[in-house]
């Protein structure tokens, strides 16, 4: 029996690249509580246990080769006979049967087994609490994918001006001067007000810079 339980576990993560991210925990939860012999007050699988489907008992333990996938063990820690397990899933689909133990927690169920089989071959709609969980999760994710990637794009402009403001002032001294002449000149030009309180002081450099690299992107200063 415990080397059967092992096994079941061992199944789970060969095969969990298969299985929706979503659904990792639902089902590693499961399975951990198959191992322990307790899956949300669920008494550990009997040999005697009622199958829900067929109201038939199965007979023997539970070994290795008795369990083909993690959701067949999600289903059986649920209640449902392994027999009937099998069957659910080779009929109705891994897919479906993933969504209804996700919907589980979310129903009222007196005999989540009954409930659980009733639903996955009703193919049951998402309950409304979950389906708003399952919205504000996705909300959340597309917020911080959102804010992650204004954070890589404003560190992408900063290295690039940084890079730019480098390359700028790693001109030859005579060339550097003459671009820095033309950018106060155009400063005074576009913003004499600002350019009269500011030049001279450490926000006004970095202005005339900022002048000095439209400068050169217009091609000056002209070398004749």
Known sequence: MGRGMAGAETALYETVG???????????GVVSGVVSGV???????RSDALDTNTHETTTGTLEQSDVDTPVVVALIAKGIAKRSAVALVAEIGETECLQQLQC??????????????????????????????????????????????????????????????????????????????QAVGLWHKEQPHAARIMEGKRGGVSVIEGYMLRLLERGEPAIS
Do not use: C, F
Request: glycine share 8%.
């Open 104 to 181: 589980l927690p979310h129903r009222r169920a007196d005999d989540a087994a009954a409930v659980l089989v009733a639903s996955i071959r009703g193919r049951w709609p998402i309950p409304a609490g979950l389906e708003r969980e399952r919205n504000a999760e996705k909300t959340a994710q597309e917020k911080a994918q959102k804010a992650t990637n204004r954070g890589v794009l404003v560190s992408y402009r900063e290295n690039m001006h940084a890079e730019r403001l480098a390359r700028l002032r790693g001109l030859p001294t005579a060339i550097y001067e003459q671009l820095r002449g």
């Open 18 to 28: 298969t299985v929706p991210g979503a659904l990792y925990e639902t089902l590693s």
């Open 39 to 45: 899956v949300s007050g669920v008494p550990p699988y």
